[in-house]
């Protein structure tokens, strides 16, 4: 295999992989964002045996929101 060959089978396997993972964060924040919305639901019924569930969800999602945030920011190019 030449090395133009194996660069765009990389460049391939590359733009798959980013596909997957774009997959995956979209499955991902839909499962934390209905799993957030269920804490809310839950919280109004005030239900002492699931406080601390609900308590721990909803920190989990700020603290999400500031990590992704984080990620997500645009980076100065250095140049």
């Given at each position: 295999?030449?090395?133009?060959e194996t660069n765009q089978y990389l460049c391939s396997q590359l733009e798959k992989s980013k596909?997957?993972?774009r997959n995956l964060m979209e499955k991902f924040l839909t499962s934390k964002?209905?799993?957030?919305?269920?804490a809310n639901q839950l919280q109004k019924y005030k239900s002492e045996e699931y406080k601390?569930?609900?308590e721990s969800m909803l920190e989990e999602e700020v603290q999400f929101d500031?990590?992704?945030a984080?990620?997500?920011r645009p980076t100065?190019?250095?140049g």
């Open positions: 295999m030449s090395i133009l596909q997957n993972f964002a209905t799993a957030y919305i269920l601390g569930l609900i500031r990590e992704l984080e990620k997500t100065a190019r250095l």
